[in-house]
């Protein structure tokens, strides 16, 4: 891709919940040379941070990082950042937006699961009950595969899985390669499954009360044939915040994965439209 930008740019990336930073790779090698991305790898894996009501405790393991990570500009001040987030990455990244707009200059929420209103407060209901491991994607996480025998050919077995079949060759390489080790003479999901269904138990229901709280230019990027939520509910959540712009492209939930190419290229327009 030809570098259209006069200056680096660091870009915090949030992952999806349940793929490891790195099994994005793909996405980010299409991204101009100038601009740096860093990320932590498994958020809700450090147990300073447990993962908390609307995740609350992982919008703080992302300002720390942030503050960590920030570079010093030729004035001896912090650099702002651009955070992007996919799916739980995106819901985050905007909280942390919200609660610390001095860290940031942009935000991009890819797909995120953004609830308001009516359906917030329900969800805010069933959150305090068992009922939520079926309206959420927790019941089926906590009970699925996390392991295999060794020389078991995963990606062959997670691409015939539904939420795998329209990747990328190349980002459900990096998924495997990311996502899975070698671990007790067997093959091993390295995102413990356990926290995965905490933070489908979690999901934030607290998005109204940052209304007009986002201070900094925002895109909100969602994929057409997306089964997360109806498309209304982006429009809706857009509604709270005039500085998000929508936009809809190819693809369904994961299409960040299932596009890397065109998923980075679709980015770096976005940022240069910020600056």
Known sequence: MPNDFNHATSINFVHGNGFPSGSY???????????NVFAIDKYGHD?????????????????????????????????????????????????ACCQQPSLFKGLIMLDPPVLTGIAASVIKLIKKTPLIDKFSPA??????????????DVAQYFSSRTLFKHFDHRCLNDYVNHGVMEKNDRLELRFD????????????????????????????????????????????????????????????????????????????DIIKRFD
């Open 139 to 152: 019941g089926k996480t906590k009970i699925r595969r996390k392991h295999w025998p060794l020389g078991t």
């Open 25 to 35: 790779q793909t996405l980010f090698s299409y991204l101009p040379e100038s601009m």
């Open 193 to 268: 499954v356990k926290i995965e269904a905490e933070v489908f138990r979690n999901l934030a229901s607290n998005l109204s009360s940052y209304k007009n709280k986002l201070t900094i230019p925002a895109a909100l990027v969602y994929g057409k044939s997306t089964k997360v939520f109806p498309h209304r509910y982006f429009r809706s959540f857009s509604r709270l915040n005039k500085n998000i712009k929508l936009q809809s492209v190819p693809g369904g939930h994961m299409f960040p994965l299932e596009n890397p190419e065109q998923t980075a290229k679709l980015i770096a």
């Open 47 to 95: 147990h300073n941070f447990p993962v908390n009501h609307n995740w609350q405790a992982q919008v703080d393991e992302l300002i720390k990082f942030v503050k960590l990570n920030q570079k010093i500009n030729e004035k001896g001040e912090p650099e702002k950042v651009i955070c992007l987030g996919h799916s739980f990455g995106g819901v985050i990244s905007f909280i």
